[in-house]
Each structure stands twice: as structure tokens, then as C-alpha cells.
């Protein structure tokens, strides 16, 4: 037994040293997590949910489906004041919000690089499930680039980060962290009645979706008419095409009389680079079809089996709720 005593002395330094690390994240993170409120018309009351400060000045991230269609919405803050936040914009595309409170010097996350993230990395969830504020979960990343259909019928939400931090209805809106404290999705949905299968945007389609609403008050989108998902690229095929990240997002389907299917995209094929931009994800292809990209005459480069090819492509304006 005096034996095992130094291996016991190891795993319990390992794990309050974890314990230590999660302590540290939430503790800086959870001022920066709101209580929604907002009121809905007739029967359906008030609706619960979470959202995140990303600015001083009171910028809030949250989903759209929790403040959509609302009379008025409330954000309560960390340290009990509670106040009349206004809607700047939303995207039920990506199921994404941005509010904003009139007060200075407030505390706030930032949004790391959802692209860096591996399955299998700590994921730390922070909202208000049932009213409960400011609760949080721990758990990895399961899985990424995962297709979800959303509470609006017939609207798809791509590239979405899956884990099994658990959520619960109001942790809609919350922030999802990294290992470092990062804000590297914003949680969006559950599975009802399975375990463990919760989902979160990626922070990289939150900031693209968060500067469109500051600058023009709506997401502008290209529209390419695909479905995709993203894959890993085999290392000796993206070395030899020189790609920084062995990442792309593969082709699912084309939309017959598409700009895709015009330009001679093909299901299977992987989209790796737009405008000599690299293309890792589908955050990464939603960042680089915002508006400047309607109507102008791009260059993508795709892998079609092991051979690289290059394809001119004119995106279109998107219709609302398109997403892809």
C-alpha cells in the first residue's frame, strides 16, 4: 500500500490542478455571461435564455431564436443590475443575435478561433438553464462541422461545434469556452431526450455574423447553392498541394442552375482555398461570402480526388434563411 502512495500523491496534484485551471476559466468568464428575458405576445410569456458580453460598451451574442419576435428584451448582468437591451440584429440562418445595453466598462469574453479546435478538447459551457444563472458544465468537443436543422422549419445551421458539456433549455445563447477561456461557440441547441449531444456556432461564424449586423444592420451572403460539411484532408495530399491546415469543407450536394453547379462543382469535391483565402471550415466559406462577394467573379480551388483544380465561380445574393 505505502507503495502506491506516491502514484495516489501524483493523480490527485493532476486532477486539483484541473480542478484549479476550470476554477480560474469560469471565474473570469462567468461576468461576462447575461440572463435573457424577453417577452413574447399571448400565450407563449416570457422566454429564458443566456447571451454574452463581447465588448465593453455592452455588446451581447445570443440566438436568435431566443429573442426573435419579442416585445422586449432584458439582459440580467453578473452583478444583479438588470437592463432594457435593444435588438441590433439577428440571423436565423446561423441562429444568431446581437443586442445591445447602454453601459460602459463592462466586463466581457473574447472570441477565439473556432478553426483550432480539435474533437476530444475541453469544453466549458456557461449559461441559465431553467433560470438558473450563470451555471456551468464541463465536458469535450465531440465532434465538428456537423449539420443541425434548427427550430425554424427548413433552415439548416452548418459547421456546427457538437459536445457533451451538458445544456439545457435557457443555456441557449451562452458561451462555450476553450481550454484557455475563449469564447469558441455560442450554444445553441440540444437533442431532446438523448444524452450528451449538444451544439454550439462556431465563435468564427459568430464574429463574421457580428460585424455584418454592426456594419449593415442584416448578413449580407453570396450564395453558392452547396451543402457541405468539414473534412479532414489526408496530410501527404495537402502537403502536396501546399495547404497550411489539412482541413477543407467537402461538397454534399449542388443545387441544379446554382452558381456551383454553373461554375462545374461536383459532389465530393473538397473546397480548400476562395480567393487564395484557405478554406478550413464552413465558418471560414460563410466568412469569405459576405456581401463584397455578390456578383464578382471568384477564383476556388477544390480537390477533386487527389488532383487540385481551379474553378471560376459568380456567387448570388442569398435569400433570407438560405444558409450555405
Not at 500500500?1 to 476550470?22: G, T, W
Not at 460602459?104 to 469574453?109: E, F, G, N, R, S
Not at 483544380?309 to 456567387?315: D, H, N, Q, R, Y
Amino acid at each position: 500500500m505505502d507503495a502506491l502512495k506516491p502514484v495516489l500523491r501524483s493523480r490527485m496534484s493532476i486532477l486539483n490542478s484541473i480542478s484549479d485551471e476550470v476554477a480560474a476559466i469560469v471565474e473570469r468568464a462567468s461576468p461576462s455571461v447575461v440572463h435573457i428575458r424577453a417577452l413574447r405576445g399571448g400565450r407563449a410569456g416570457l422566454a429564458s435564455g443566456s447571451g454574452v458580453l463581447v465588448s465593453a460598451d455592452g455588446s451581447i451574442l445570443t440566438n436568435s431564436h431566443v429573442v426573435r419576435g419579442t416585445h422586449g428584451i432584458e439582459a440580467e448582468l453578473a452583478d444583479g443590475r438588470t437592463l432594457i437591451a435593444d435588438l441590433v440584429g439577428d440571423d436565423p440562418a446561423t441562429d444568431l443575435a446581437l443586442l445591445r445595453v447602454h453601459a460602459d466598462a463592462l466586463p466581457y469574453a473574447r472570441l477565439g478561433d473556432s478553426n483550432v479546435l480539435r474533437v476530444g478538447d475541453v469544453a466549458i459551457a456557461v449559461g441559465s438553464p431553467f433560470g438558473l444563472a450563470r451555471t456551468v458544465t464541463l465536458g469535450i468537443v465531440s465532434a465538428l462541422g456537423r449539420t443541425l436543422r434548427s427550430e425554424a422549419a427548413g433552415r439548416v445551421i452548418e459547421g456546427v461545434i457538437q459536445t457533451d458539456a451538458p445544456l439545457n433549455p435557457g443555456n441557449s445563447g451562452g458561451p462555450l469556452l476553450d481550454g484557455g477561456g475563449r469564447i469558441v461557440g455560442i450554444n445553441t441547441a440540444i437533442v431532446l431526450g438523448a444524452q450528451g449531444l449538444c451544439f454550439a456556432v462556431p465563435s468564427n461564424t459568430a464574429g463574421f455574423v457580428m460585424n455584418e449586423i454592426v456594419s449593415h444592420g442584416r448578413v449580407r451572403r453570396a450564395w453558392l447553392g452547396i451543402g457541405g460539411e468539414e473534412v479532414l484532408i489526408p496530410a501527404p495530399v495537402a502537403r502536396a498541394i501546399g495547404l497550411v491546415a489539412p482541413r477543407g469543407v467537402a461538397v454534399r450536394s449542388v443545387e441544379r442552375g446554382s452558381p456551383a453547379a454553373r461554375a462545374g462543382l461536383e459532389p465530393r469535391d473538397v473546397i480548400v482555398q476562395l480567393q487564395a483565402k484557405p478554406v478550413a471550415s464552413v465558418a471560414d466559406l460563410h466568412r469569405l461570402l459576405g456581401g463584397d462577394a455578390i456578383g464578382a467573379r471568384l477564383e476556388l480551388v477544390v480537390l477533386r480526388g487527389a488532383e487540385r483544380k481551379v474553378l471560376a465561380i459568380e456567387p448570388v445574393e442569398a435569400a433570407t434563411l438560405r444558409a450555405g
